[in-house]
């Protein structure tokens, strides 16, 4: 399996609404996307992707295979992604996160993200997304 089709895999274990094998390659072939991924006995388990424009920039997916999760892998994704987010230049980054996602806010805020705001009905099944800044 390629790279795109092992984070599909992934994508498809953790989301209602995965990313196409077509959206992830096209992402990881954009200088503006800054990918990290993690791997345990020679597997991909886990991996994240942000995007950069200017100076901002925003968390686009954060995914741990259910198997592999509270184990900190995902703080330790979100670290290197923010880290090299400033290295890059960027001063401000956003997410949005599904309301429901309670896990996902905790950790977030830990890692020093602040609600900034909702969106109603973002997510399929009309779920609100919770808008989260960290400077």
Same mark, same amino acid.
């Given at each position: 399996?390629?790279?795109?089709? *092992?984070?599909? +895999?992934?994508?498809?274990?953790?989301?209602?609404?995965?990313?196409?094998?077509? &959206?992830?390659?096209?992402?990881?072939?954009?200088?503006? #996307?800054?990918?990290?991924?993690?791997?345990? *006995?020679?597997?991909?388990?886990?991996?994240?992707?942000?995007? &950069?424009?200017?100076?901002?920039?925003?968390?686009?997916?954060? +995914?741990?295979?259910?198997?592999?999760?509270?184990?900190?892998?995902?703080?330790?994704?979100?670290?290197?992604?923010? +880290?090299?987010?400033?290295?890059?230049?960027? *001063?401000?980054?956003?997410?949005?996160?599904?309301?429901?996602?309670?896990? +996902?806010?905790?950790? #977030?805020?830990?890692?020093?993200?602040?609600?900034?705001?909702?969106?109603?009905?973002?997510?399929?099944?009309? *779920?609100?997304?919770?808008?989260?800044?960290?400077?």
């Amino acid at each position: 399996m390629d790279k795109a089709q *092992e984070i599909t +895999a992934i994508e498809q274990a953790c989301f209602n609404d995965p990313w196409s094998v077509g &959206v992830v390659q096209s992402c990881l072939e954009q200088p503006h #996307y800054v990918w990290e991924t993690f791997t345990r *006995e020679g597997q991909l388990v886990a991996y994240a992707c942000a995007s &950069v424009s200017l100076d901002e920039g925003e968390l686009l997916r954060i +995914a741990v295979m259910p198997a592999y999760r509270r184990q900190g892998i995902g703080e330790q994704l979100l670290m290197s992604v923010l +880290a090299h987010l400033h290295d890059r230049g960027v *001063e401000k980054v956003f997410l949005e996160v599904r309301a429901s996602n309670v896990a +996902a806010q905790a950790l #977030y805020g830990k890692m020093g993200f602040q609600v900034i705001g909702k969106r109603k009905g973002y997510y399929t099944g009309n *779920e609100d997304a919770v808008i989260m800044e960290k400077m």
